[in-house]
């Protein structure tokens, strides 16, 4: 039989080499609210949310001034952060819509509700949460079926309650 991870394996952090550490720790913390936790000289520092000692990793060490890998190359889709309900999820869109930051898209997908958009580097970055585990939608077998329906983030950040 293959190895299965168990089922409270998570992701523990992502680390992401950036082109200019002053700006991405600019993004991470004051856009989208993570913590700085250490600066590593003038080459890496290390985010996280709450008292955890990092989410997300940053460094310059192979990448300082770089440019992101053009279209059709392999890397890094998107990298996604899960908030804790909608509300949640409402503020930081704010927080990045006062930014100036676009969104690439917004999508419910049966199981979470999420918008994309792009690092100061042009990672992709997903901000989401997910819905009740008793509300996912299922076929006939019983397996997961996710959808991509679109929606306006104005409108989703207007109805904030519902």
Same mark, same amino acid.
């Given at each position: 039989?293959?190895?299965? $991870? /168990?089922?409270? @394996?998570?992701?523990? =952090?992502?680390?992401?080499?950036?082109?200019?550490?002053?700006? $991405?720790?600019?993004?991470?913390?004051?856009?989208?609210?993570?913590?700085?936790?250490?600066?590593?000289?003038?080459? #890496?520092?290390?985010?996280? #949310?709450?008292?955890?000692?990092?989410?997300?990793?940053? *460094?310059?060490?192979? &990448?300082?001034?770089?440019? /992101?890998? /053009?279209?059709? =190359? &392999?890397?890094?889709?998107?990298?996604?952060?899960?908030?804790?309900?909608?509300? #949640?999820?409402? $503020?930081?869109?704010?927080?990045?819509?006062?930014?100036?930051?676009?969104?690439?898209?917004?999508? =419910? =997908?049966?199981? &979470?509700?999420?918008? +994309?958009?792009?690092?100061?580097?042009? *990672?992709?970055?997903?901000? +989401?949460?997910?819905?009740?585990?008793?509300?996912?939608?299922?076929?006939?077998?019983?397996?997961?079926?996710?959808? *991509?329906?679109?929606?306006? @983030?104005?409108?989703?950040?207007? #109805?904030?309650?519902?």
């Amino acid at each position: 039989m293959a190895y299965t $991870a /168990p089922k409270t @394996t998570c992701v523990g =952090h992502i680390h992401l080499k950036v082109s200019d550490l002053d700006r $991405a720790i600019a993004f991470y913390r004051d856009v989208l609210g993570f913590t700085l936790k250490l600066r590593y000289g003038d080459g #890496a520092a290390f985010l996280a #949310a709450g008292e955890y000692h990092h989410h997300i990793g940053l *460094n310059t060490w192979e &990448s300082e001034g770089g440019l /992101p890998p /053009p279209p059709g =190359h &392999s890397g890094l889709y998107h990298v996604a952060f899960l908030y804790p309900d909608r509300a #949640a999820l409402v $503020a930081v869109m704010q927080q990045v819509r006062n930014a100036g930051i676009p969104f690439d898209g917004a999508a =419910h =997908h049966g199981v &979470s509700t999420a918008v +994309y958009l792009r690092d100061p580097d042009g *990672n992709g970055v997903e901000l +989401y949460y997910d819905l009740p585990q008793d509300v996912w939608p299922t076929d006939e077998n019983g397996d997961l079926v996710f959808v *991509n329906d679109r929606f306006d @983030t104005d409108a989703f950040i207007a #109805a904030k309650g519902q």
